[in-house]
């Protein structure tokens, strides 16, 4: 298993304390790009704190996507660089693991929640999760659930390449193939075999969402360009090996040109940036910083006193994402990794 790049995050994070303990001092805040400001550490560990008293007795959080806001939450407090059974969080992590993975114990490796019938968004941030946990966890169960898990996501790939609501390999949406390249691409790197053909096919069906005009994304072949589902094209394809492909540069300059709304209100705000983010920092430094420094100020400006943030669908969806979203420099996270 690829564990090399992730052994520097598991020697982040002291010694074991109870759930919701007492805060102990944030990993280091050195970044390649830019330097965290204490205002953003401060936010992201506020947000944190929130989500540890948050957390329900069986270790997952949401209720409606409760396999999803339990992934998210995983993967912010990774960001920060705390881990599975060690320091201030570490009982959080353990008990979120053990949740996702005894859903898919029940659902013989399917990580959707059942009633959800959008199950494998779930799925796909469930299986990223895990990917990215595995590596620094002492869990022997997770290595076996994500190869059932990413035997699902394989299974449900459509001839075109893609992915959709369920797990069968019926009909394809940009949305939903991104969420899966990346999970997929997460899973490889951990040390899970992902055949080579999958991920081409993937990249192959996200070029067919571009406009090539406008350089945006649809959210199927024929779909009108969105700033969400671009975000989610770039990343897709830059993870698929597709760097210096003419498509991610003309996504780029789509993200780039969207009117300046994007940093205020536009619809999905919170997904959108989660991708946005990400390819501002694949990009390079002059494009990343630039986004981030107007995404922070929104971000910072809408964050609850008790440290959560309620943007769109409830608080334990949109505090990871913003976690997420304000922390990618951290670096932590493979995933994140250039």
């Known amino acids: 298993m690829k564990v090399l790049h992730r052994v520097g995050l598991a020697m982040l994070v002291g010694?074991?304390?109870p759930r919701a303990g007492a805060q102990e001092a944030p990993p280091s805040q050195r970044i390649g790009t830019v330097k965290l400001l204490p205002e953003v550490v401060d936010s992201i560990s506020l947000?944190?704190?929130?989500?540890?008293?948050?957390?329900?007795?069986?270790?997952?959080?949401g209720s409606n996507h409760a396999s999803a806001d339990t992934s998210l939450a995983v993967m912010a407090f990774l960001l920060q660089?705390?881990?599975?059974?060690?320091?201030?969080?570490?009982?959080?992590?353990?008990?979120?693991i053990t949740y996702l993975l005894s859903v898919g114990k029940k659902q013989q490796g399917y990580l959707g929640s059942p009633s959800n019938h959008a199950g494998m968004y779930e799925h796909g941030l469930a299986v990223l999760a895990l990917s990215e946990a595995w590596g620094q966890s002492k869990n022997r169960n997770i290595g076996p659930a994500l190869k059932k898990a990413v035997g699902i996501t394989l299974s449900a790939q459509n001839p075109q390449g893609g992915w959709r609501y369920s797990p069968e390999?019926?009909?394809?949406?940009?949305s939903m193939t991104g969420m899966h390249i990346v999970a997929l691409n997460s899973a490889k790197?951990?040390?899970i075999y992902v055949p080579d053909g999958s991920l081409t096919r993937a990249a192959k069906y996200v070029l067919s969402c571009q406009d090539e005009t406008s350089g945006g994304f649809g959210y199927t072949s024929a779909g009108s360009p969105g700033f969400a589902r671009t975000g989610g094209g770039v990343l897709s394809l830059i993870l698929c090996g597709?760097?210096?492909?003419?498509s991610?540069?003309?996504?780029?300059?789509?993200?780039?040109?969207?009117?300046?709304?994007?940093?205020?209100?536009?619809?999905?705000?919170?997904y959108a940036h989660y991708y946005?983010?990400?390819?501002?920092?694949?990009?390079?430094?002059e494009d990343f910083n630039a986004w981030y420094s107007r995404i922070t100020k929104t971000l910072l400006s809408k964050q609850r006193p008790d440290g959560s943030w309620s943007m769109e669908e409830g608080s334990s969806y949109s505090t990871p994402m913003a976690i997420l979203i304000l922390g990618v420099p951290y670096r932590y996270l493979p995933i994140y990794q250039r």
């Open 242 to 246: 597709q760097r210096h492909h003419p």
């Open 15 to 17: 010694v074991c304390a």
């Open 47 to 61: 947000g944190l704190k929130w989500l540890a008293g948050s957390q329900a007795d069986d270790g997952h959080w």
């Open 189 to 191: 790197e951990a040390g």
């Open 81 to 96: 660089g705390h881990v599975s059974g060690r320091g201030a969080y570490g009982r959080n992590m353990e008990d979120a």
């Open 169 to 174: 390999p019926k009909d394809a949406d940009m």
């Open 276 to 285: 946005a983010i990400q390819c501002m920092y694949q990009s390079g430094e």
């Open 248 to 270: 991610v540069k003309r996504g780029l300059e789509f993200l780039r040109r969207y009117p300046e709304k994007k940093f205020t209100g536009t619809s999905h705000f919170l």
